[in-house]
């Protein structure tokens, strides 16, 4: 167990609808990042937060939003949800930020039908 | 921009026979070269983080090297619980806190 939780752990929804998946990183780490994994892509970095702030952006789609609380844990928000977007959506999260041994959870299986 | 490229896509070795693991990197100031192993519907799990040319890590009966170009993951005399998909992934200077991840070694170990 690392210590990182989300929920839910499946979500089936439809196409147009809006998804929101959360993370409650380890105890004492500041960092939060969230990653989507799909068969053809492997992992691909989203975006991270820092101690309630936006540290860094990757391959995030407009449609797509996050944010980290004062209590640290963190929401994902996926709407207008495509077929495409159907993936694993994992959260990591350190101590620090700067991205060494992140601590992943067990992904949020998301599937747009 | 950060690449990372690992080979076989897939291997399959018999309880008892060790083998390597390749990933390949490209990266500008490599500050971090890390592996992770991940089970089926289950998060990576860390292992190694790799800073500097022919540094080295030990794990039960894994092995971690790099190099300048490249990463092993050497396993040794394999067990059929060391099934799991093996992931390779790498921080630059220019990355800030983005970790690039390669697609990933499939590996079974038949008993």
């Known amino acids: 167990d690392s210590g990182v939780t989300q929920t839910p752990k499946h979500l089936i929804t439809a196409t147009g609808q809006r998804v929101t998946l959360r993370c409650s990183p380890r105890?004492?780490?500041?960092?939060v990042y969230w990653y989507q994994q799909s068969l053809d892509q492997g992992l691909q970095f989203l975006i991270q937060?820092?101690?309630?702030?936006?540290?860094a952006k990757g391959n995030i789609l407009e449609r797509f939003s996050a944010q980290q609380f004062p209590d640290l844990h963190s929401e994902l928000n996926l709407s207008s949800l495509e077929l495409g977007d159907s993936a694993l959506y994992f959260c990591?999260?350190?101590?620090?930020?700067?991205?060494?041994?992140?601590?992943f959870g067990s992904g949020t299986q998301l599937s747009v039908l | 921009e950060d690449q990372v490229t690992q080979s076989p896509e897939a291997l399959r070795l018999q309880e008892g026979e060790s083998s390597s693991l390749n990933c390949s990197y490209t990266?500008?100031?490599?500050?971090?070269l890390f592996w992770y192993r991940q089970d089926p519907g289950k998060g990576p799990e860390f292992l190694f983080t790799?800073?500097?040319a022919g540094e080295e890590k030990e794990k039960e009966r894994l092995k971690a090297t790099l190099t300048k170009k490249e990463s092993f993951l050497h396993i040794t005399a394999p067990k059929p619980e060391d099934s799991a998909t093996y992931l390779c992934?790498?921080?630059?200077?220019?990355?800030?806190?983005?970790?690039?991840f390669g697609e990933g070694t499939q590996l079974t170990v038949n008993p």
């Open positions: 990591a999260s350190s101590v620090v930020g700067t991205g060494t041994e992140l601590f």
């Open positions: 105890s004492g780490d500041l960092s």
């Open positions: 937060y820092y101690n309630g702030e936006e540290r």
């Open positions: 992934a790498v921080r630059g200077e220019t990355s800030g806190s983005r970790l690039t």
């Open positions: 790799l800073y500097s």
């Open positions: 990266v500008s100031g490599l500050r971090g």
